[in-house]
């Protein structure tokens, strides 16, 4: 079955404990990226992925790290997670456009982190 | 990427079809509507996508209005589990550009399927 896992679905943390959100897709998927939603501003991109060793900033990248060593892995790193990260997040997937200009993308289930 | 606009919120009763507007004037030639939904928090799913002709797919149909400058898209049999946020979102799709796998949501629009 094609999917995106993450882990851990919940998490609970103190400020400045470094922590790491796994995101993992079997579809061979160039494209991968992660998103925050938060109420009233929508999901948001954090960054993004091309390909392997290929990554860059979305629209709130501050705080964050990722890396992309493999193609199926796409990590999220807080290295000293602060309140304001409270957040629920999601890992995306997709690959190069299709015939059709189809680049579905193909979302995990989702990480809520809370940040005390 | 086009900005849309969707109403905030929307009802429909089961079993009667759900059409959710969307309204995207300042869309680009090559620019593709998509619909994606969340359920409750979890992870928004893929539904159909159109860049002129309508689209007809399993989940719902996609009408795209002759200019372009909004769509509708249509769930024809509405079941308490359709009960989502849905967004409407115009992006290119183009392989190599840097922005081609990025999404960017709006605030989508509630609807609520009530029995």
């Known amino acids: 079955e094609a999917q995106v896992t993450q882990n851990p679905r919940y998490l609970i943390t103190v400020t400045g404990k470094k922590l790491t959100v796994t995101c993992s897709q079997n579809?061979?998927?160039?494209?991968m990226s992660w998103y925050r939603q938060d109420p009233g501003l929508g999901l948001r991109q954090i960054y993004y992925?091309?390909?392997?060793?290929?990554?860059d900033k979305g629209d709130v990248p501050e705080g964050y790290k990722v890396s992309r060593k493999e193609k199926r892995n796409f990590p999220l790193i807080l290295e000293s997670p602060s309140p304001n990260q409270t957040s629920l997040y999601f890992c995306?997937?997709?690959?190069?456009?299709?015939?059709?200009?189809?680049?579905?993308?193909?979302f995990g289930q989702g990480t809520r982190l809370t940040v005390v | 990427d086009a900005k849309t606009t969707q109403p905030t919120s929307m009802d429909c009763a089961e079993g009667r079809a759900a059409n959710l507007p969307c309204n995207h004037s300042?869309?680009?030639?090559?620019?593709?509507v998509y619909w994606y939904r969340q359920i409750h928090s979890q992870g928004p799913q893929y539904i159909i996508h159109g860049l002129k002709n309508n689209e007809t797919n399993e989940m719902a149909s996609l009408i795209i209005t002759e200019d372009r400058k909004s769509s509708t898209l249509i769930l024809p049999h509405a079941t308490l589990r359709d009960t989502a946020v849905y967004y409407c979102?115009?992006?290119?799709?183009?392989?190599?550009?840097?922005?081609?796998?990025?999404?960017?949501f709006g605030q989508g629009t509630i609807l609520t399927v009530h029995p």
């Open positions: 979102i115009v992006r290119v799709a183009k392989a190599g550009g840097t922005s081609y796998g990025k999404l960017t």
């Open positions: 300042t869309i680009s030639g090559n620019e593709y």
């Open positions: 992925s091309m390909n392997v060793e290929v990554t």
């Open positions: 995306a997937s997709s690959s190069r456009q299709g015939g059709d200009g189809n680049t579905e993308a193909f």
């Open positions: 579809m061979n998927h160039e494209y």
